[in-house]
């Protein structure tokens, strides 16, 4: 392996923030999926009151129903956020054991997880974009219709 004294010094410290970031991330993946489980059960507890509100308006939804929704997408969120702190904590394994061990193949392998890394937050990043250019085209034309 032909790294540098200085490219070891600054792969080692990004393997420490990587590292890091991937933990601080799990973290919030498990503190969304609890929020939205403790979200969707207020909700249900409070049904009687939404489910008048939403007769009034005549609106075909309850509140278990809307409940059970955000539940559903919390869910998904953290499931779509957990991918990138997975590929970042398995850059930050492989590179410090690469560190250690002089491994180009271990070497090889972290940068491949940092790459589906951001492979993974740009094909995001290019739906969101899509979603947003979507939601300005349907705002466009909602708004010319009236």
Known sequence: MNVSAESRSHLSETAVWARFLGICGMICIVLLIVFGFIISQTVAKQSSQFDDMYRQQGVGLTSRGLGAGMMVMYVIFGLIYFFPCLFIMQFATKMKLALASNDSLL???????????????????VI????????????GVAALSS
Do not use: I, N, Q
């Open 107 to 125: 070497l090889s392998e972290s940068f491949r997880s940092l790459k589906k890394t951001f492979r993974y937050l740009g094909v995001l990043t």
């Open 128 to 139: 969101g974009l899509l979603f947003v250019v979507l939601a300005l085209v349907t705002g």
